[in-house]
């Protein structure tokens, strides 16, 4: 049995989860911390972060590996997912970009 806890300080305002563009579940978490946190699925294993100067009001999937940002201060931010050549996967696997 899996048993997964998340801090009530950090509070949860969205979850969305999505596929990276290796093809691997990532749930995105957006937090009241003014961060978007990334777990890889099913382990849960955090990804990384994303950070804003306010708090994250929304978060949006879209096809095609993007997903959406948008802070209380109105910032809307476009994310997609990089495709690295093979060379290049092995020393940075993860990354994101904004567009």
């Known amino acids: 049995m899996l048993q997964i806890s998340f801090c009530p300080a950090q509070g949860l305002l969205a979850l969305a989860g999505m596929s990276d563009a290796g093809g691997k579940p990532v749930l995105l978490c957006a937090c009241i911390d003014s961060t978007v946190r990334l777990?890889?699925?099913?382990?849960?294993?955090?990804?990384?972060?994303?950070?804003?100067r306010r708090e994250f009001r929304t978060l949006q999937t879209a096809p095609g590996g993007l997903f959406f940002t948008g802070d209380a201060a109105g910032m809307l931010t476009v994310w997609n997912w990089l495709d690295l050549p093979k060379s290049q996967q092995e020393q940075v696997p993860d990354l994101m970009e904004s567009c």
């Open 39 to 52: 777990y890889e699925l099913p382990s849960f294993t955090e990804r990384g972060k994303i950070f804003s």
